[in-house]
């Protein structure tokens, strides 16, 4: 038998086993996912009814029925734990909160409305949404940090959108550099809510309002009149 007609016969069953890969590789990836699903599913629930501090990675591994080996496959430590339960969730708030800025005239009205979404998620779930706050302070390290990075860039490049559109329209200084613009924007807006949540009972609404203010504040300026 020459080596050709070898090489044909034998070229059905690795097509076979190829074939055959496929399912188990993609039955592989719905078990982690799943696992994925359980854990942030458990670390929510337990941060919420325990707070942050009480809760533990042990208590959490149990109650999403994986090993504590299998959890550090998906968070470094309790930290990465509060960013895989908000991970999922980010990008589709910042769609949210540039659909919402669409429908306003004025970039200050824009900007209320974009961050109002954020100011309306957060009062639903206060308890985790302040260690959410609190703990993504110089976030940089661990499992969950390069997505939650890669989401806080795409969030400032929505801001900066915002504000080019603004100075095409006149309504903010064209010679200004509109990234650190919409950087200075997000510095605002991230000191603004820390300062609203910390609050006994925060309402959105006045919030966004302080918030507002703030921002009338910087595009009006503080120089008094001339002479």
Excluded: C
Excluded at 71 to 97: G, M, S, T
Excluded at 113 to 123: L, Q
């Amino acid at each position: 038998m020459s080596a050709t007609t070898e090489a044909v016969r034998r070229s059905p069953p690795r097509k076979a086993a190829a074939r055959a890969s496929r399912p188990a590789s993609g039955l592989r990836e719905m078990k982690k996912l799943d696992k994925r699903q359980r854990i942030r599913a458990a670390a929510r629930e337990l941060f919420s009814k325990l707070g942050y501090e009480s809760a533990t990675l042990r208590q959490i591994a149990r109650r999403a029925h994986v090993g504590l080996g299998t959890l550090f496959n998906y968070a470094d430590d309790k930290r990465d734990l509060v960013f895989l339960i908000f991970n999922q969730e980010l990008d589709a708030l910042a769609e949210q909160a540039t659909h919402a800025a669409r429908g306003e005239g004025a970039i200050i009205d824009q900007l209320a409305a974009f961050f109002r979404v954020y100011y309306r998620e957060f009062s639903r779930e206060l308890n985790l949404a302040r260690i959410l706050l609190q703990e993504l302070t110089f976030y940089s390290h661990g499992k969950q940090a390069a997505e939650f990075q890669n989401h806080r860039q795409r969030l400032v490049g929505r801001i900066e959108d915002l504000i080019r559109a603004a100075q095409r329209g006149g309504q903010i200084r064209a010679d200004q550099d509109a990234a650190l613009v919409a950087r200075y924007i997000f510095f605002v807006y991230s000191s603004a809510i820390r300062w609203w949540i910390g609050g006994d009972r925060p309402d959105p609404d006045q919030g966004v309002d302080e918030f507002r203010e703030l921002l009338t504040l910087q595009m009006h300026g503080l120089a008094g009149p001339a002479g």
